[in-house]
């Protein structure tokens, strides 16, 4: 991993306690994955950060050009041929990048996956949520509680069980033949929901109330390092046919393009 731009074994890595990003929780990350040491659309990840840091007024960071710099030095530092890459920024400044093996969850793209879902736990009012912030507890928190009953991951729905986002993805719904998500409105403008946007070309973006989600035929997970999930039980049931479904399948194919044009 780097710290400031050193490399340095983990356990030597270290952290000001002064660091506003230790004692409060202030400060960004991005989560990414290598592939042959490209990673895909690392540009839009960055992006995201200063924007996010300018709406949050964290000052001074990290310039671009020193985080661009880190990674590519910590991930040709690291042999493995895909990694789980994570850039922490905070206004001391301090720059983290954490590169190590990455091996997607086996069967997860092919088979699908089961989530469980949290009535109460998103607020599409909670535009804190729109930022990658270190104040990540919450997510962790449902998580957890996800993993503990055998799920994948959460579904954090409002307080009338409209669909926001997932503990750690953006998410997905066919209905009526239709692709639909939710409004950036309380969650996070994900790089990877991005990208599947413009694979399908065609998405409505809505707040569907609990019935209309329910009964969707398909679901999918999107984050940057898993890529593009497919739900097939939620809460125990089946969602649809309770197998990934053909737009699932596409989307999977669309991004698989996308990525590997970025690695040539």
């Known amino acids: 991993m780097s710290v400031n731009g050193e490399l340095v074994p983990p356990e030597r890595a270290t952290m000001s306690v002064l660091d506003p990003g230790a004692r409060w929780g202030e400060g960004l990350f991005e989560s990414m994955r290598a ?101 990540y507890a919450t997510y962790r928190l449902h998580q957890r509680g996800a993993e503990a009953v055998g799920a994948a991951q959460a579904l954090l729905l409002d307080d009338a069980g409209r669909l926001g986002e997932a503990s750690m993805a953006n998410v997905f719904v066919v209905v009526g033949g239709e692709l639909v998500t939710a409004p950036v409105a309380g969650l996070l403008p994900g790089v990877t929901r991005e990208a599947v946007m413009e694979i399908a070309g065609a998405v409505r973006e809505a707040l569907l109330e609990e019935s209309e989600w329910r009964a969707a035929d398909e679901m999918v997970l999107t984050n940057a390092v898993q890529g593009i999930l497919p739900v097939v039980s939620c809460d125990g049931r089946p969602v649809g046919a309770g197998t990934p479904g053909p737009t699932a399948r596409r989307l999977q194919a669309g991004y698989a393009a996308m990525v590997a044009g970025v690695a040539r």
Do not use: C, M
């Open 35 to 135: 592939r042959g040491g490209a990673i895909f659309r690392l540009e839009r990840h960055l992006d995201r950060l200063e924007h996010s840091a300018a709406a949050l007024g964290l000052a001074p960071l990290p310039t671009r050009d020193e985080i661009v710099d880190a990674v590519r030095r910590t991930v040709a530092a690291n042999p493995a041929e895909s990694q789980r890459v994570r850039v922490t920024v905070t206004p001391h400044p301090t720059l983290v990048v954490e590169a190590d093996a990455y091996d997607p969850p086996a069967g997860a793209a092919e088979s699908g996956i089961a989530v469980v879902s949290v009535r109460g736990a998103w607020s599409p009012a909670r535009r804190i949520a729109e930022h990658k912030t270190l104040s």
